[in-house]
């Protein structure tokens, strides 16, 4: 069963604390991402991982970093979290090569206060 | 700068009807163009998919229109039903089958019975 989770699903932090989100993949997909959804913007890459330990800056990196050391297993981490970064957090992944098809999990709703 | 525009913002349509969404873009490098939909609390998930090699992509009631000296792309929905109500995202990748999507604002369908 092709299936990408993420957990927590639901996180409200203060601004300042630290955040971890987590997601994993059971397709053994090489590449993973971190995007955000905010209302009338769409989705936003944060970062694309092609492997473990092969992390690329996406669109919008500022405040956020990555870990990938399993390749189902990638985290985003927010150090010192702030208002602005309240939002809805996908994580995705994907086989390598061609135009594959994103594989999206049901998302983690992060409040920061 | 927004690479993806997509329009409308919202649409409601009746059931039977069918419903247009809007794309366009920038950058004449991207040769793939995925709709991805998603539903409430949920993450986006692919709808359909066409590459500039094609001027047309049918699957069931879901019909991508490409044209390529416009750098413009719509998605109809023919025979709307009220289970089609959802944000549609069209994106748009580079040549090389690069693993990096660009994602427009998303149209909000609702479908009225």
């Known amino acids: 069963d092709m299936k990408v989770t993420q957990m927590p699903r639901y996180l409200i932090k203060r601004m300042g604390e630290n955040v971890l989100l987590e997601c994993g993949q059971d397709m053994s997909h090489e590449t993973m991402y971190w995007y955000r959804q905010d209302p009338g913007l769409g989705l936003q890459l944060i970062y694309i991982s092609y492997d473990v330990d092969s992390n690329s800056e996406g669109d919008i990196p500022k405040g956020y970093r990555v870990s990938r050391k399993k390749r189902e297993h990638f985290s985003l981490i927010l150090d010192s979290a702030k208002t602005n970064q309240t939002s809805v957090y996908f994580c995705?992944?994907?086989?390598?090569?061609?135009?594959?098809?994103?594989?999206f999990g049901p998302g983690t709703r992060l409040t920061v206060l | 700068q927004q690479q993806v525009r997509q329009s409308p913002q919202s649409l409601t349509v009746w059931e039977g009807e069918t419903a247009i969404l809007n794309c366009s873009y920038e950058?004449?490098?991207?040769?793939?163009f995925p709709w991805y939909q998603q539903f409430p609390g949920e993450g986006p998930a692919l709808l359909i998919s066409?590459?500039?090699?094609?001027d047309k992509k049918e699957d069931g009631r879901f019909t991508i229109f490409f044209n390529k000296r416009e750098k413009k792309l719509s998605l109809h929905i023919t025979d709307s039903q009220p289970g089609d109500s959802a944000t549609y995202f069209c994106a748009a990748s580079g040549g090389g089958g690069s693993a990096k999507l660009i994602f427009g604002e998303g149209t909000k369908l609702t479908v009225s019975s």
């Open positions: 950058d004449s490098t991207f040769n793939y």
């Open positions: 995705a992944s994907r086989d390598w090569g061609g135009y594959a098809e994103q594989f």
């Open positions: 066409i590459s500039s090699v094609s």
